[in-house]
């Protein structure tokens, strides 16, 4: 009795989440033609903006930063969801976060590669970007390791690799269960994924060990990225940049914003691929206490960030300061305000409201907000530079505009591949995590056999 | 040359055939576990948990600290700027490079033992059993030579399996 009920259980749990790997519908189809014709409309604006010049966007004197850095900086906040929860809940074995790690992991991959294109779509010569990569040339041009876009090359790419390992290693187990269960060109492709795969005890107490090993190094890496990000800025004397907390805060509001993402990804993965039995609400909400906590801390810091600017009173700062609490740039601020803190705040606070909607609500006015917090860093500062006759202003055009979406619409075209290939729930882990369960409806199960329960 | 193994709905089950394999002489080494999720709470799944793997990543840290400053250091020499009176070698800002790549050594050195350990990429042995996907646990003997032994590992293994396979391997 108890052996069929574990066998039972597994058959399901495998069947359940192999099911969108192993079944195509018309509609996948769909999705991904027009998904993929926004990315393409994206690729074909950008070489327009190369063949023309990056004069094609809004970027000119003084504001040279706009929409391209903004979404930069978005997309490796963004990032700051996956590996880098996945990594902390991994170390304090919190066991609800099986079904959870591997929807993270994948929008740090790819959230990581969309945002590192940015610095890309933003070179007026992209082709020269390979200037960065430091080694010695007989053009005698070498990197500035002074230089924070070095540290950033640097860092982004640690944890790019990093993060695409800690998501590999884990999948392989997961690779051979589809290799086992196939036939045909599934049964040779994950044949070849699975490395040989065998499951045995060392091979398992080596993945495990390595996983932790590594959960344990990308959590600095994680918080060093976004600190180096924010280094882009604050190493230079930019009114309202040059601050001494834009490294927490930047960390934060990364942290943050990838909450609120993995909330709106796993809300669609789970309607769409009808995993409602492995992504329960208990899931969003002990993520959506951890986005109030972040709520708490981004308006913490946006207070002090401000309050020390009001109190030095320097014109310059004054200026940029006044643009968004007041000025052109005020509406932005306080729908920034409201996205990021007055929606979540009783929505995530007060428990009868914090449900799956509620969750996904506030997680979309968190995007939303963590965007438009990037884009009032970078611009309203630039737009009000030490001498004030180059003050200026920035308005996006259509390329920034369509590239802008684009990105959106790659991340979406990315995991929805992803998740046609790879299941999107660690199978093996979900069976570990379902030991416990297992052996109780055995044994109620059994209880029931021998008229123990009424 | 032969090898016998038997495939085990449960845990239990799977440990009962293990002791029982032990009780028959075979020796610890030869005898092969496989299963589809780790089983760390019985005593047969948690065998091999001995690992140099976190030194190996602090090794690997090491030499990602020392690629870094050799690499900082000796480019900022062959081409010297001088900026703003800092010094040609930067180290407080070099840190950052010097932080980065050595936890990539780390990372680097980690998975590297892994594949190293686990032996992977490797080969499917021949007596492996695609049922093991299902749930079923194998247990088995590789390298039998003599019928007398061969005799006591079916015993040993037919008492809770589900069924038992002898495969010819080379």
């Not at chain 1, 080694?135 to 070095?150: A, D, I, M, Q």
């Not at chain 1, 409201?338 to 007060?350: A, D, R």
Request: aromatic share 14%; with cysteine.
């Amino acid at each position: 009795m108890r052996r069929h009920a574990a066998n039972s259980n597994h058959h399901s749990l495998t069947a359940d989440l192999l099911r969108p790997v192993l079944q195509t519908s018309t509609t996948f189809y769909v999705i991904t033609a027009v998904l993929g014709s926004i990315v393409l409309a994206g690729f074909g604006t950008w070489f327009y903006q190369i063949y023309y010049g990056i004069g094609v966007t809004g970027d000119n004197w003084p504001v040279f930063w706009g929409f391209h850095e903004t979404n930069f900086v978005f997309w490796i906040g963004i990032s700051h969801a996956g590996t880098l929860i996945s990594a902390i809940l991994r170390i304090v074995n919190a066991t609800w976060r099986r079904p959870v790690t591997r929807c993270a992991e994948v929008i740090t991959a790819f959230a990581l590669m969309i945002g590192a294109m940015f610095p890309l779509i933003h070179l007026g010569r992209p082709w020269l970007a390979w200037w960065l990569i430091p080694y010695p040339s007989e053009r005698g041009l070498w990197p500035n390791y002074r230089s924070p876009l070095v540290w950033d090359f640097f860092a982004i790419n640690t944890y790019l690799l990093s993060s695409l390992l800690f998501l590999a290693l884990p999948a392989i187990p997961d690779f051979a269960l589809i290799r086992d269960t196939t036939t045909g060109w599934r049964k040779k492709l994950y044949g070849k994924l699975s490395l040989g795969w065998q499951g045995t005890p060392k091979q398992w107490h080596r993945l495990e060990s390595a996983m932790h090993l590594m959960a344990l190094a990308i959590i600095p890496i994680a918080i060093s990225v976004h600190t180096i990000v924010s280094f882009d800025f604050s190493m230079a004397v930019v009114p309202m940049w040059h601050s001494t907390i834009f490294g927490p805060y930047f960390v934060v509001g990364a942290i943050f914003s990838g909450i609120a993402a993995l909330n709106i990804v796993m809300a669609i993965v789970r309607k769409v691929l009808q995993l409602e039995k492995y992504l329960q609400p208990i899931h969003f909400q002990n993520l959506g206490k951890l986005m109030l906590a972040m709520s708490l801390l981004w308006g913490y810091f946006v207070f002090n960030e401000r309050l020390v600017t009001w109190y030095g009173n320097t014109p310059h700062e004054m200026a940029a300061l006044w643009s968004t609490q007041m000025g052109r740039y005020s509406p932005l601020f306080w729908t920034m305000v409201f996205c990021n803190f007055i929606l979540p705040f009783p929505l995530l606070t007060i428990r009868k409201l914090r449900s799956i909607s509620a969750t996904v609500i506030a997680s979309v006015g968190v995007v939303i907000g963590m965007w438009l917090e990037r884009f009032l860093i970078i611009v309203p500062s630039l737009s009000y530079k030490g001498t004030p006759y180059s003050w200026g202003s920035y308005m996006p055009r259509w390329p920034e505009i369509v590239i802008f979406s684009s990105s959106f619409a790659a991340m979406a075209l990315l995991y929805l591949l992803f998740s046609k290939f790879i299941p999107i729930i660690s199978i093996w882990e979900m069976k570990v995590g379902e030991h416990p369960e297992i052996k109780i409806a055995a044994h109620v199960q059994e209880a029931e056999a021998a008229g123990e329960l009424p | 040359m032969k090898a016998v193994y038997g495939l085990f709905a449960t845990p239990e089950l799977a440990q009962h055939a293990v002791d029982g394999l032990r009780q028959a002489g075979i020796a610890e080494h030869d005898i092969t576990i496989q299963s589809s999720e780790p089983l760390e709470e019985y005593e047969f799944g948690s065998r091999d948990r001995h690992t140099s793997m976190p030194w190996i990543a602090v090794l690997g840290g090491a030499i990602g600290f020392a690629a870094a400053y050799f690499l900082t250091s000796i480019t900022q020499q062959a081409w010297p700027i001088n900026t703003g009176g800092m010094p040609i070698v930067t180290n407080w800002s070099n840190t950052i490079i010097l932080f980065e790549m050595t936890m990539l050594g780390a990372v680097f050195a980690t998975v590297l033992t892994l594949l190293v350990a686990a032996r992977i990429p490797g080969r499917l042995p021949k007596f492996y059993d695609a049922r093991i996907s299902d749930g079923s646990i194998l247990i088995g003997v590789a390298d039998l030579k003599n019928i007398k032994k061969m005799e006591k590992v079916e015993r040993a293994l037919q008492a809770s399996s589900v069924g038992i396979q002898t495969v010819g391997i080379n």
